[in-house]
T-cell receptor
Framework: GDSVTQMEGPVTLSEEAFLTINCTYT??????LFWYVQYPGEGLQLLLK?????DKGSNKGFEATYRKETTSFHLEKGSVQVSDSAVYFC??????????FGSGTRLLVRP | EPEVTQTPSHQVTQMGQEVILRCVPI?????FYWYRQILGQKVEFLVS????????KSEIFDDQFSVERPDGSNFTLKIRSTKLEDSAMYFC??????????????FGSGTQLSVL
């Protein structure tokens, strides 16, 4: 079945550092891909999405590009802030309109 | 932005007791979901609901679980006889796959269920 694999966390960075969180997927066809973020004590919020190959999703300085050749959707940000500390989930939408999540990557940004 | 609301935010229950978790999805949405997240683990799909019936369910969603849309606005998850391993954060979500928000799932802030 469809699945999503994310890099293990936690990822600890200093403020203004460059962030990459790796995500790869296995799926039948070409699903839409998502990054969701979970801030401490809160629910899941959509951060960005991409619906087809070579699409780039972006929001709040975060970017991810849908790479069909490598079945990847890595999350990047050029300069992280303390307020970006959260758990980030990569996900795909399967053919029955449900999201399949990766295991999540905790990001801790230190001042 | 419209919101999915869940109540209660925390629920403590004794093993073997029944619990009902409540959700109010966004009003014009058509698909409803329950997910759960055991502490520190991934977010797992439990069930999806469309057109007043279960669309899909996972292996986790056994006979102890049921869902209902009793009145056209609420969407509930019932666990008939809770076990210790049911302790988790339960998220409700809704979506309108063919509408303006397309494939975006809107999640509630969750109900933390603790089974003692």
């Amino acid at each position: 079945g469809d699945s999503v694999t994310q890099m293990e966390g936690p990822v600890t960075l200093s403020e203004e550092a460059f962030l990459t969180i790796n995500c790869t997927y296995t799926a039948t066809g070409y699903p839409s891909l998502f990054w969701y973020v979970q801030y401490p004590g809160e629910g899941l919020q959509l951060l960005l999405k991409a619906t087809k190959a070579d699409d780039k999703g972006s929001n709040k300085g975060f970017e991810a590009t849908y790479r069909k050749e490598t079945t990847s959707f890595h999350l990047e940000k050029g300069s992280v802030q303390v307020s970006d500390s959260a758990v980030y989930f990569c996900a795909l939408m399967d053919s029955s309109y449900k999201l399949i999540f990766g295991s999540g990557t905790r990001l801790l940004v230190r001042p | 932005e419209p919101e999915v609301t869940q109540t209660p935010s925390h629920q403590v229950t004794q093993m073997g007791q029944e619990v009902i978790l409540r959700c109010v999805p966004i009003s014009n949405h058509l698909y409803f979901y329950w997910y759960r997240q055991i502490l520190g683990q991934k977010v797992e799909f439990l069930v999806s609901f469309y057109n007043n019936e279960i669309s899909e369910k996972s292996e986790i969603f056994d006979d102890q679980f049921s869902v209902e849309r009793p009145d056209g606005s609420n969407f509930t998850l019932k666990i008939r006889s809770t076990k210790l391993e049911d302790s988790a954060m339960y998220f409700c979500a809704s979506s309108d796959p063919w509408g303006r928000t397309n494939e975006k799932l809107f999640f509630g802030s969750g109900t933390q269920l603790s089974v003692l």
